[in-house]
């Protein structure tokens, strides 16, 4: 049985002041802090756009010929397109020049749409897929967007869970020449083939194997050259091989990605 009493305001005052001081004499507990979710964040990739191009000249009967106007550069965005399922690959998709093995012959100065691989065991971004845009005029720069004759592109990458294969969509082939790919692929040297079947095809892209590792401690692996190309697997009635990729589905546009409405497939 509970009982509950009434004491007098002087009486109350007492029990308070008593309650006030005995608190302060008490030695102070220590404070147990609660576990917290990590929330380290890493910025992967590092894009810049590139300097405005030069106006091209308009011929003008004066002596001085009078700047056409400055075309807006391409935009240079990264897209995360997936993760490998114990957080060591992550596939992009990128209009800016991010690799950090990037070359003379192997790089993406130009803007296009391309496909990178990044390691976070290595520390490193690898480009996978490297090709050129058909552009009207070759003398004039590819970062110009209204020089794009026909656009080049490789799109909406996705990784296998277990880290082995990339999936994405390109237009980078030719029906006429099965060694063109998006591993390398000019698009002035297939134009025609372009203009008559540009659409976008599913390719698959083999990632070698690695050794595992811990990434929970942060270690860094020894840098290796991860994106190797595997030759070209013999063509069989049911499929078409074209180096180490294949073409499975058909899209019935070549948009790109902030350039137009997104691809529909069949």
């Known amino acids: 049985m509970k009982h509950a009493f009434r004491l007098s305001r002087a009486r109350a ?13 008490a030695p102070a507990r ?21 300097g405005t191009p030069t106006p091209t000249p308009t011929a003008t009967p004066a002596t001085t010929p009078t700047p056409g106007p400055t ?11 997936d993760i490998s399922g114990n957080g ?26 391309e496909i990178f691989l990044f390691d976070y065991a290595q520390r490193r971004i690898f480009q996978l897929t490297n090709t050129t845009s058909a552009l009207k005029d070759a003398t004039k720069t590819a970062v110009d967007p209204t020089n794009i004759d026909v656009p080049v592109v490789n799109l909406q990458p996705s990784l296998s869970r277990d880290g082995k294969w990339v999936v994405f969509a390109s237009n980078a082939y030719s029906d006429a020449d ?3 790919s998006p591993k390398n692929f000019v698009g ?54 074209r180096t180490t990729l294949t ?3 058909s899209c019935s546009s070549t948009a790109t990605r902030g350039r137009g409405p997104a691809p529909s497939c069949n």
């Not at 008593?18 to 302060?24: D, N, R």
């Not at 992009?92 to 803007?111: K, L, P, V």
């Not at 083999?206 to 942060?218: F, Y």
């Open 88 to 113: 060591r690959f992550v596939v992009i998709e990128s209009t800016g020049d991010i690799a950090t093995n990037r070359s003379a012959a192997r790089n993406n100065a130009d803007g296009n749409h």
């Open 188 to 241: 002035a040297s297939h134009v025609a083939a372009l203009k008559a079947d540009g659409n976008t095809e599913i390719f698959i892209y083999r990632i070698p194997d690695v050794a595992d590792i811990d990434l929970s401690q942060g270690t860094e692996a020894r840098s290796s050259p991860l994106p190797r190309w595997r030759a070209p697997a013999p063509p069989s009635p049911a499929s078409s091989a």
């Open 13 to 25: 005052l007492v029990v308070a002041l008593a309650a006030v001081f005995g608190a302060a004499a």
């Open 247 to 249: 073409a499975t589905r």
């Open 178 to 180: 099965l060694s063109a």
């Open 30 to 50: 220590a404070q147990t802090l609660s576990a917290t979710p990590d929330t380290a964040i890493f910025q992967i990739t590092h894009t810049t756009i590139p």
């Open 71 to 81: 075309p807006a550069p391409l935009a240079r965005d990264s897209f995360a397109g």
